[in-house]
């Protein structure tokens, strides 16, 4: 098995690399607009689950983890603006600031619905974070 | 710029599509090896700053914060071990509990080093919890 | 009154010491399964209350805490697991790993239920692993 | 192994029954002083090991963690204070405000030394708050 | 419109400074009774908006959120009960444990109902706190 | 002591209110400026401190809090920018964005120095916030 492991291991890493993106002036330079797009994911699967389930205990439950998953979008977005994003970068995402503001509000507003497309429309604004975020890195 | 932005974030999904893993049996079902991977490329990068710097306050923070992201390693890895692995799983993949005992025990070693060879194993054996994750998923 | 206090206490050393379980190897090298117990009985109480009052309110703060209960049994037996035991403890607990991962998918289980019988098997998991534990040390 | 688990586990029933002292009027109404005492015996066993290693980096870990375990004394100390005491245990204990204050401000003084006498004497008040809980129950 | 803002800053520094509370003898030696304060505030809006909303999710949201803000409320005046209040003071505030321990109880209190009262009974013992704060700085 | 106690607290309410500033829209609708400014005081306070003690034990406890510290400053910058600032609000704080990252930026710079005049740009900072803030109530 430790063979298979390592073999599908190493397939992985010549189909599919998820490599991380790496940021070096600070201690703990390392980000990835990942971080949010997977909490966001979760918010809009418990939606989705809330949306099945009619038992009032499970909605309760939802509620509940998605206020959490919701929280830790907005942290994972605000550590890029404020520790990722530097003054140079506005040059190639002029619009950065506005698109964090829409992005974390997105994410705030998920906390208060279960309607699924304002977590399709957070998804998108994270799109648009990741794609500014790999257009400042080289 | 918001076109430039969407163009970005088109291009993006055709060249390099970083999928989210779902699982779909509870409430909260998305599960990404990515997190935990992450949080130790972190460690990692914060023992390299450490080895290259000399400031005794500088090296004190990349303690402090490396005990955070290693425990963090942990948290992500422990969440896919009991709540994504399912019993069923075992057949694909039969080293599981001593991969993820191994896996974790390296996150909880590398709080106490800065030999940067702990975080490579560390990430050696996320990988291959992440080819467990992977062939377990279909 | 102090005492009174003493007395009081010099008498519950004598009668019904409550010995730690200390582990030297680490920095913090004090593991003990009550922290895990008194969580899990927090859980089982929780079950119970909700059993027996149907104001939604009161429902809802039980769904709520017994979360977070839930969630610190699964961590209290993680980090015996990861961290308390060692390869040499596989010989006097060959099923170490399988009753750990019973052991924290019981406490998983008990956030989605009110059914007290989940949390009962809890405990007597951890009983398990609290015996598991004491066949260890010497 | 099963069986000898289960073996091990009754016997320990029998023998040293670690009972839960459990308190019945709030939603998680679970209540032990072990849990303030677990964490004590942590910052008294850091503070050892800090004293028999000179590795500056392993001192630091020492006064990283031992902030975190006094952090959780004082917690620990705070609910049983604020939440299982009530206005009819002052008949018995007198002495309580006094007593956890000394208590709480103890947690607080073990966080800025290394001297172990700190801790232990945090670990006597701690008995004695034990005391003091245990005779307001019945 | 930074000169705008500037000014504006100039013009709240002459009328309504708010000044902090410092204490000086721990490193981190700033207390305010307004961090228990606002936290209340804001366990008292959300009852009032959890009265003139129907929405079971939305009640749920309060319920739940409430219990987060309750709980600061609680962890602020534990801070100042054994952090910033010495001995001494007690001779200017004789009823500080009394009054301490039913500010922490009412924020207990505070989160098992939606009863604006209990949150204004709250807010009067953290003015007490308050008073007791001030007249004890010098 | 309890007459004394109301009597300083009336006297507090009319000679030096502070208000809390309540903000409608949110189940938890209350922001308050006064919590990034209190935690960035007692970053200030740990500088300090730090200056004017060489023991590298004492140090290291002020680097590991201050750690925390500032991070709690980011926090609460951070919800005041996405949470209670509102699109509307632009027009009488044009230069928002700028304001809310430099802060922010400022908070994460205060992590890694003891130069005191990071600090009091922090504070100078967060005055400039708070202006906005007052200036977009009414």
């Known amino acids: 098995m430790r063979l298979l492991s390592r073999l599908l291991s190493a397939a992985d890493r010549i189909s599919a690399p998820l490599p991380a993106h790496a940021h070096c002036d600070l201690p703990c330079g390392v980000y990835d607009p990942a971080q949010a797009r997977i909490e966001a994911q ?34 994972h977005l605000w550590v890029l603006w404020t520790d990722y994003f530097k003054p140079e970068h506005l040059e190639k995402v002029p619009n950065l600031h506005d698109l964090m503001w829409r992005a974390t509000k997105a994410a705030g507003q998920s906390k208060g619905t279960m309607d699924v497309s304002v977590a399709d429309r957070l998804l998108g604004l994270i799109d648009e974070v990741d794609a500014a975020f790999k257009a400042t890195k080289s």
Chains 1, 2, 3, 4, 5, 6 share one sequence.
């Open 42 to 75: 979760s918010v809009k699967a418990i939606m989705e689950r809330y949306q099945q389930n009619q038992d009032p205990d499970y909605r309760t439950r939802c509620i509940v983890i998605k206020e959490q998953r919701a929280d830790l979008v907005k942290h």
